[in-house]
């Protein structure tokens, strides 16, 4: 899974591999524990336009659906399941048109051990930024006017497939990892329903070749209260 992840840079400095067209008016400032139910930067494109405008944006960790009465359900839905998404109601149809791609540097995870749950983290080798596989959602607030600029909330959820290699001994899980070169067809909004499957196999297929190049190691228990947030959490355990 995915529980916890870093953006030591300003948004924008990580994702000029992805060709941006449009920044956010305000994007999230760079956070070194960001946590569920936060805000975070995503890439999405935008079919609104011909062709499709690829934006970044703020957008809060967990899916809400437009469905959903209310926002809580989202805290439940940081991360979904690859493998299963066509099955579930709650992703089927952002997988076919709602598909996001979420910059970091890297990621937290915890290995049981012996002595408890020691935090890892987990990021690329050389240091550039990573991209994982996600998907959005707008959802409409009945509570709040036509013309209030907080009506629509737009949310994210992280896409997992199991773990291989090195981070198998971490955890069962791991992020989607996608480059980006994958990262325009996995945002083209042209995709049809009938290749989504394809898609979405060729990245869960992709992934294990760019967990190879992650490196990890442990670091302070401190990562697990929210409200810290520092360079310091990504030193490496003394």
Known sequence: MCGRFVVANVASELVGVLRVDVEGDVLPQPSYNIAPTARAAIVLDSAKTEPATR??????????PGWAKDPSIGSRA??????????????????????AVVPASGYYEWKQTDGGKVPHY?????????FFAGLYEWWKDP???????ERWLLSFTILTRDSIGRLGSIHDRM????????????LDTDT?????RDL?????????????????????????NVRNDSPELIEPAA
């Open 55 to 64: 934006r970044l944006e703020s957008a809060r960790w967990g899916l809400v």
């Open 192 to 196: 049809d329903d009938h290749n989504v």
């Open 78 to 99: 940081f991360n979904a399941r690859a493998e299963e998404l066509e099955d579930k109601p709650m992703f089927r149809n952002a997988l076919i048109k709602r598909r």
């Open 175 to 186: 992020p989607l990892f996608i480059d980006g070169d994958f990262a325009d067809a996995w």
């Open 143 to 149: 509570q709040k006017a036509d013309d209030d600029p």
């Open 122 to 130: 987990i990021h690329p080798a050389d240091d550039q930024p990573m």
């Open 200 to 224: 979405l196999d060729a990245a869960i297929d992709a992934a294990p070749a760019l967990a190879d190049t992650l490196d990890d190691y442990p670091v302070s228990p401190a990562v697990g």
